[in-house]
């Protein structure tokens, strides 16, 4: 029973999870849970260690072993639960501020590969055309098959100026598609806005960082100075979330009162519930939120809380379904874990965990053709001898054809086309019926 003596070691790791939080007030761990430690399966678990240690190949050291065994443990939990190294809770500050070196890639595990969540806007990832789905199978020619996400994320990190070569498995191609990538300093701009048309604006939002909301809140005061704003574009496609406490602050730019969102877990203190503060800064415009399979997380939140409280049409595509919430737990001053310790929910209860945001109106991703008119067509002003209209020119003007919007981006397109016809219905409501 030599291997008892491994035990003392490992089990102070084993409770730290337990006592964590009596050393650091602001851990979500609840201090008063007694401990529940299988002394039987732990006789096993030392007694593996005690082989492996004594008999493998190779020497390994004891503290590599025990952090490759809490490494296997988060690894057979959700593909959002992970170690974090000094490294790797590093690179997780510098994605939150939105500044870092890398390819610009949200992704997760599936299957033991890494998969691609979303392409931030503006980077070597998007420009090289990986899209939301995408399985990376290689890095450098090296399987990603047994590496740890963290492992995957470390590889795709680097110098600006070095390359990357990428082997991607894509849905409905049968041969992976090799891409060599250039890294670049990564600064994601969370917000854009623009005005498409006279009164009608557009808001993108690229990820969640912890100044998005601020961003966001001064990107709606600019566009409602530039004139009367009479309808609203949210662009969420392919934003990978980020901070939550962002998601909530967004969703009461354009909410007035009530529920934005709440979450559940099995600890009293990850039961919290987010409820509007401030009035609309819109003051109720007309809005259409654009989604797609990459509109994932804190996103979606926006998304069901505008949806459920009747604030916006969604249109787009199904989301990406991550309605679960994460919490960096501290091990000690410079390891911890990324562990998932909530699931969130609408304002109407709905879960979003692997089922997404359905949008209201379904708009796919598509190649818009003007088709060429007939200049021959003859109309009733063309044949002689036509009545002229009695009430001579009338003044309404066709409506401008946006044919460079359409082909650029035909959802886009449709979002300012629904605005518009949203616009006419409310004019024609106020005008007084004889």
Same mark, same amino acid.
């Given at each position: 029973? %030599? ?11 084993? #409770?730290? /999870? $337990?006592? /964590? ?6 851990? @979500?761990?609840? *201090? ?30 004891? &503290?590599?072993? #025990? ?6 443990? #988060?690894?057979?939990?959700?593909? %959002? ?19 870092? =070196? ?36 290689? #890095? ?5 098959? =047994? /590496?740890? !996400? ?5 590889? /795709? ?18 041969? *992976? ?74 969703? @009461? ?29 819109? @003051? ?26 009747? &604030? ?18 501290? !091990? ?6 990324? !562990? ?12 979003? $965990? ?17 088709? +060429? ?5 003859? +109309? ?5 001898? %036509? ?9 309404? +003007? ?12 035909? $959802?886009?397109?449709?979002? !300012? ?12 409501? +106020?005008?007084? $019926?004889?």
């Amino acid at each position: 029973m %030599h291997y008892l003596k491994k035990l003392l070691p490992i089990v102070p790791v084993l #409770l730290t /999870m $337990q006592t /964590m939080a009596s050393e650091n007030p602001t851990s @979500d761990v609840d *201090p008063t849970l007694p401990p529940r430690l299988p002394i039987n399966e732990l006789r096993v678990f030392a007694e593996a260690f005690d082989r492996v240690s004594s008999a493998y190949v190779e020497e390994i050291d004891d &503290r590599t072993l #025990l952090e490759n065994a809490i490494k296997g443990m #988060l690894s057979q939990l959700d593909p %959002h639960s992970a170690y974090l190294d000094r490294s790797s809770f590093s690179d997780l500050q510098e994605t939150t501020t939105g500044n870092y =070196g890398g390819l610009g890639l949200e992704v997760g595990m599936e299957d033991g590969f890494v998969k691609v969540i979303s392409p931030m806007d503006d980077t070597p990832a998007a420009k090289a055309g990986i899209e939301p789905g995408d399985l990376i199978i290689e #890095l450098d020619n090296k399987p990603v098959k =047994g /590496m740890s !996400l963290g492992e995957a994320i470390e590889a /795709m990190r680097g110098e600006a100026g070095t390359e990357l070569a990428l082997t991607i498995v894509r849905e409905g191609q049968s041969v *992976p598609k090799e891409l060599v990538i250039v890294r670049e300093i990564i600064q994601v701009a969370s917000v854009r806005h623009r005005l498409l048309e006279d009164g009608f604006g557009y808001l993108r939002i690229a990820q969640f960082q912890s100044k998005t909301g601020t961003e966001v809140e001064k990107a709606v005061e600019k566009l409602v100075e530039e004139g009367k704003l009479s309808g609203l574009i949210i662009d969420l496609r392919n934003n990978p979330g980020g901070v939550l406490q962002s998601a909530v602050e967004v969703s @009461d730019i354009f909410v007035s009162e009530g529920l934005l969102v709440y979450t559940s877990g099995r600890l009293s203190n990850t039961d919290l519930k987010f409820n509007a503060t401030t009035p609309d800064a819109t @003051d109720g415009v007309p809005i259409v939120v654009l989604v797609n399979e990459g509109t994932a997380s804190a996103s979606e939140i926006v998304a069901g809380a505008l949806q459920d409280h009747g &604030r916006a049409v969604i249109m787009g595509t199904n989301t990406f379904g991550k309605g679960s919430v994460q919490t960096i737990l501290p !091990l000690n001053n410079e390891k911890a874990i990324k !562990l998932t310790t909530a699931l969130y929910f609408t304002p109407s209860g709905r879960s979003i $965990q692997a089922e997404g945001i359905v949008p209201d109106i379904w708009v796919d991703r598509s190649t818009v053709t003007k088709l +060429k008119s007939n200049p021959w067509r003859v +109309k009733e002003k063309d044949l002689p001898g %036509h009545l002229t209209n009695v009430e001579g020119e009338n003044d309404n +003007k066709p409506a401008k054809e946006n044919v460079e919007l359409a082909s650029q981006d035909y $959802q886009l397109n449709e979002a !300012l086309v629904l605005l518009k016809g949203l616009n006419i219905l409310a004019r024609k409501s +106020k005008q007084p $019926q004889g």
